[in-house]
């Protein structure tokens, strides 16, 4: 089976294309044949060596594919999947490859109107983000949302699912460009944070109150200022850690706000948790994208073995969503 392994930490080019033994669906896992895989910024943290995969899980990069069931494991029975279905998945590891064994509530139907090669740009940006902004943030209707890394993958699911929730959507990005896609997905408040204060735009923008929840990928860096933007019985998520880990929190500002920061992480989660995140995605998600409410946003593809040159374009963060790697015909 062709795959990409990570031979040690380093940069993109120790991305390496390698024939491997091919993974068999166990109890209670299917095996699906990848056609797609989605790159994600914790691929990248994974090859510096920063973001190991959970015990048990591969050691090959990738937390989401799509492609067709190809096998059953034991215990699947009755499950509703059978082979040669369509599907997209949620992993904790072994998308760079032909073949992936993926627990059975990790599996979601391709939405009706979306390409199945398009479908790996799906599950682990709307698990992440229905996760973090709903389940763990409570967004509702007629609050304010406060985006950072809007143009990202995660940023502009973000956008469209905020939306849909009938939620205003501020967002901060580092260009014009990138800016302009957050407007056209229906984000408000365009801050560029390379000449702007983030702090002082959303204050103003909502009339001295701030964000009501807060959806952070900077971690350290943007901790304290975070908290200056928060509102009244405001949330910060943080789910990120690109601007370092350690930071001073000063609670009397907490306090005063009656505040609540949350630090997530999906990749590491019990099989339970995930299957409980992904049922909701499935029933509130993705009859939105049906509906044409909520699309991909999707930038560049990659063939598998050119998974070095996705990395890098990730890592010069001029894209504005998504970047795949096409592993097979669809």
């Keep these: 089976m062709r795959a990409i392994t990570i031979n040690e930490p380093g940069g993109p080019d120790v991305l390496v294309p390698a024939d491997v033994e091919p993974p068999t669906a166990g109890p209670g896992e299917v095996l699906v044949d990848v056609v797609a895989a989605g790159v994600n910024r914790a691929d990248v943290q994974q090859r510096k060596g920063y973001y190991p995969p ?3 899980a591969s050691e090959l990069p990738g937390l ?11 215990g699947t029975e009755g499950s509703g999947w059978a082979v040669g279905d369509e599907v997209c998945a949620l992993l904790s590891g072994g998308g760079y490859a032909e073949q992936v064994a993926v627990p059975v509530g990790q599996l979601l139907r391709v939405p009706a109107g979306v390409r199945l090669a398009d479908a790996a740009a799906l599950p682990e940006v709307a ?3 229905w996760n973090n902004l709903v389940m763990e943030a409570g967004l509702r209707g007629g609050e304010t949302v ?3 890394g809007g143009s990202s993958g995660i940023g502009t699911m973000a956008i469209q699912v905020a939306r849909a929730l009938r939620a205003r959507v501020a967002v901060t990005a580092g260009s014009q460009q990138k800016l302009d896609a957050c407007r056209e997905l229906g984000a408000e408040v365009l801050i560029d944070y390379t000449s702007q204060d983030f702090v002082e735009e959303i204050t103003a923008a909502t009339d001295g109150r701030g964000a009501d929840v807060i959806l952070d990928v900077v971690g350290a860096k943007y901790l304290a200022r975070n908290l200056d933007a ?3 019985d405001g949330r910060l ?4 850690l690109l601007g370092g880990t350690k930071a001073e929190l000063d609670l009397g500002t907490l306090l005063r706000k009656r505040g609540r920061v949350i630090a997530t992480s999906l990749r590491s989660r019990s099989l339970e948790a995930k299957a409980e995140i992904v049922t909701q995605v499935r029933e509130r998600v993705w009859p939105w994208i049906e509906e044409g409410r909520v699309r991909t946003v999707i930038q560049s593809r990659h063939p598998l073995d050119d998974a070095a040159a996705a990395h890098a374009e990730m890592e010069a963060s001029g894209h504005v969503g998504k970047i795949l790697l096409g592993v097979r015909q669809s």
């Design 54 to 56: 959970p015990e048990g």
């Design 64 to 74: 989401e594919v799509s492609g067709r069931v190809a096998a059953l494991g034991p």
């Design 127 to 129: 698990c992440t983000v």
């Design 146 to 148: 406060l985006l950072h």
């Design 230 to 232: 928060l509102a009244p």
């Design 237 to 240: 998520v943080v789910i990120g």
